[in-house]
């Protein structure tokens, strides 16, 4: 079996929970779980040093971490990685990472796993936006990308000792600004939960009625496509669906949204999905783990009150 | 222009778009065996693609250039390439194959035609509707020695090339030297349509067949299934049932 290379995951500069997830999938695949960190400053490397099942971790060290270009984030950590079965998370930007590494070492990459056989040679993706799944087995060593929220994250107990290697690649495109966010409200993609109107909301304007639970939650507001298609006030960065953003998130609350194949496409991995719907037969309660048939004029005031005694 | 290291100072760029034959995204999916079945299902081009097409038909109309459609696929994808020639695509080719290639193979074979092309630019989307992997673009790029940006969701071309991609907590706005590779989310982009004279043209037009061998692949397709069924859920009626939901998930599932 060949030795596997984690490419910790980072997120606002410190490395993500994500992480762990990733050894648990490593050790799947392999022995020697080497944690690459990519980084400009190395003491975040030091957050790695707890987690179980990590031999070696090395801080790759270069400015160029400080943003992100394809070319040269894949050239600096090649530089610095054994070779072996890479793995990395499946974010947009890891995907990206993934595929520019597998093509630098001319090996294969399977992106977006979300099932490791027993003796770590059959890796399960989704196709068809999770239509259906396809399982494959390597013949070489690989990048493999693993999705969030998947597999149990690796404990905390571990103490890997932190090796320090500076590194650098060529950057190929120049970043002139970067815009934030008006809201400080996260994307679909980057957030644990999502709550998504459809159609069904009768007017963009209600969407402030999402807004209110999902301040309460800490969750992101998603939408369907019917709804990005009706209104302009709904920009295309919130659709969730085959042909928007593929979120698979530990809950999805799906209000007025009847569940079209394609909305369904983008989400039904999610872990919890509850739906509030007025009517009955609408397809997404087939998805849902609970439904509730009620108008969202009925059920969003309930919920969002129930929410703040919950939650205190 | 760059193919022979001179600027003669126009601005004559030789562009490449890559396309791919997908089922339709409001299809249902059938496995028969333990492999997919697309025997009865209508195949389109991926939606992204479309985004693709768009924004290398603008880099073109924004100083002159060449747009050439690239696909890798059998004969039936011949339809894809005349759905984009009709949009006003200049050339198209099909890498003649119809074998499993994974990402490495594939790639390889992309980046042998885009090199002999002598390209400036290749546009893709985002992801293919179905692997949904979104490798070929960045992928195809590191072959090439290219830089490249992916998920854009916006594109200028005065001044020189920008780009729109999301990054964590926002967009960054990114200049773009060529040659590079751009992979197109759909953004702000709206897509032009075809029209009757582009349809007869695209009718007419020639599809250059290239016979193409498949690499040797190490990634071997084991088998296909449906995703495991979810168990039946709890469905309440009534508005008022929204309190025992949050009480369940906070009791039942453990995640609020």
């Given at each position: 079996m060949s030795e596997t290379i984690v490419i910790a995951e980072l997120s606002k500069g410190r490395i993500s929970a994500t992480t762990n997830e990733l050894v648990t999938a490593a050790k799947n695949l392999g022995p020697n779980c080497t944690l690459i960190v990519p980084c400009k400053d190395t003491d975040i490397a030091n957050d790695a040093s707890s987690i179980s099942g990590v031999s070696k971790?090395?801080?790759?060290?270069?400015?160029?971490?400080?943003?992100?270009?394809?070319a040269?984030?894949?050239?600096?950590?090649?530089?610095?990685?054994?070779?072996?079965?890479?793995?990395?998370?499946s974010s947009t930007q890891s995907k990206d990472l993934a595929a520019r590494l597998a093509a630098r070492r001319s090996i294969p990459v399977v992106q977006d796993v979300v099932e490791i056989s027993n003796d770590g040679t059959v890796l399960t993706s989704p196709i068809y936006s999770g239509k259906a799944l396809q399982s494959v087995k390597l013949s070489s060593d690989a990048v493999v990308s693993i999705r969030a929220n998947v597999f149990t994250p690796a404990d905390n107990s571990g103490s890997a000792e932190v090796q320090v290697i500076d590194t650098s690649g060529n950057i190929k495109t120049a970043l002139k600004e970067m815009v934030q966010r008006a809201s400080q409200r996260l994307d679909v993609s980057e957030a644990n939960i999502v709550i998504s109107g459809g159609r069904g909301m009768g007017t963009p304007a209600n969407f402030s009625h999402l807004e209110e639970i999902a301040d309460k939650l800490g969750a992101a507001v998603g939408a369907s496509r019917a709804a990005v298609d009706t209104w302009d006030e709904i920009p295309?960065?919130?659709?969730?669906?085959?042909?928007?953003?593929?979120?698979?998130?530990?809950?999805?609350?799906?209000?007025?949204i009847s569940g079209a194949i394609q909305h369904l496409a983008g989400m039904r991995s999610s872990k919890y999905i509850v739906a509030i719907n007025k009517d009955a037969d609408a397809p997404i309660f087939q998805h849902a783990d609970y439904g509730i048939v009620a108008t969202w004029e009925e059920a969003l005031p309930v919920l969002s009150s129930s929410l703040s005694s919950l939650l205190g | 222009m760059s193919s022979l290291g001179i600027d003669i100072g126009d601005t004559m760029v030789n562009i490449a778009v890559?396309?791919?034959?997908?089922?339709?995204?409001?299809?249902?999916?059938?496995?028969?065996?333990?492999?997919?079945?697309?025997?009865?299902?209508?195949?389109?081009i991926s939606p992204y693609d479309e985004f693709a097409v768009e924004n290398a038909l603008q880099h073109k109309e924004s100083g002159g250039g060449t747009v050439t459609a690239i696909t890798v696929g059998p004969a039936g994808a011949d339809k894809v390439l005349k759905g984009v020639k009709a949009l006003g695509v200049d050339n198209i080719i099909r890498l003649d194959c119809d074998d499993y290639m994974d990402s490495n193979g594939l790639q390889s074979i992309l980046a042998q035609e885009i090199s002999s092309g002598g390209y400036d630019i290749v546009y893709c989307g985002k992801s293919a509707a179905d692997t949904g992997s979104g490798s070929t673009g960045p992928g195809l790029a590191e072959r090439l020695g290219w830089g490249s940006v992916s998920n854009i969701t916006d594109i200028t071309f005065e001044g020189g090339l920008t780009v729109t991609s999301p990054s964590e907590g926002g967009n960054a706005i990114i200049s773009v030297t060529l040659p590079a590779v751009v992979s197109c989310d759909k953004g702000s982009?709206?897509?032009?349509?075809?029209?009757?004279?582009?349809?007869?043209?695209?009718?007419?037009?020639q599809v250059d067949v290239k016979p193409i061998t498949a690499p040797v692949s190490s990634v071997s397709i084991v088998s296909h299934m449906m995703p495991p069924a979810k168990p039946a859920g709890k469905k309440f009626e009534g508005g008022d049932s929204a309190q025992t939901v949050a009480q369940l998930l906070r009791d039942e599932a453990n995640i609020i």
């Open positions: 971790i090395i801080a790759a060290k270069s400015g160029i971490f400080s943003n992100y270009d394809a040269a984030w894949a050239e600096a950590i090649d530089n610095v990685s054994p070779s072996g079965i890479i793995v990395t998370s295309h960065s919130m659709q969730v669906g085959q042909t928007g953003k593929t979120v698979n998130p530990n809950l999805y609350i799906a209000v007025g | 890559l396309v791919k034959q997908v089922p339709d995204t409001n299809s249902k999916i059938q496995i028969t065996g333990d492999r997919v079945d697309l025997s009865s299902v209508k195949m389109d982009t709206k897509v032009r349509k075809s029209n009757v004279k582009g349809i007869m043209m695209a009718k007419r037009a």
